[in-house]
């Protein structure tokens, strides 16, 4: 129990803050909630199926490489579509991120 509140302490002071804060630079206001409400719910989809794929393969080696794999595959999407918007104006960061984001889908919005 002493690891589980001291990951959640070290988590909370690290990466955790971005997640809300970035989303709220370059999403629009409505989306906001609807991309928390998806992290949140994929956060618990997978702590709750780690532990039941680890069963099946026998082991944490297939379960970790699946989620190293997706990891990976996430880190090289959020490194092509995420932007900067350190000295941008809330109007350049969306006209920006809805670019990239066209450009990605190939939709206009």
Same mark, same amino acid.
């Given at each position: =129990?002493?690891?589980? @509140? /001291?990951?959640r302490? %070290?988590?909370s002071?690290t990466? +955790?803050p971005?997640?809300?804060?970035y989303?709220?630079?370059?999403?629009?206001?409505?989306?906001?909630?609807?991309?928390?409400?998806?992290?949140f719910?994929?956060?618990g989809?997978?702590?709750?199926?780690?532990?039941? =794929?680890?069963?099946? @393969? /026998?082991?944490?080696a %297939?379960?970790f490489l699946?989620? +190293?794999?997706?990891?990976?595959?996430?880190?090289?999407?959020n490194?092509?579509?995420?932007?900067?918007t350190?000295?941008?104006?809330?109007?350049?960061?969306?006209?920006?991120?809805?670019?990239k984001l066209?450009?990605?889908?190939g939709?206009?919005?």
């Amino acid at each position: =129990m002493f690891a589980l @509140f /001291g990951f959640r302490a %070290v988590f909370s002071f690290t990466i +955790a803050p971005i997640h809300p804060t970035y989303l709220a630079e370059i999403v629009e206001p409505k989306h906001v909630a609807y991309s928390s409400l998806l992290m949140f719910l994929f956060a618990g989809i997978i702590s709750f199926i780690f532990p039941i =794929m680890v069963e099946w @393969f /026998g082991g944490p080696a %297939v379960p970790f490489l699946v989620f +190293a794999l997706y990891s990976l595959f996430s880190f090289m999407l959020n490194t092509w579509l995420l932007i900067e918007t350190k000295g941008k104006t809330e109007v350049e960061i969306h006209k920006e991120f809805a670019a990239k984001l066209q450009a990605f889908t190939g939709k206009a919005e």
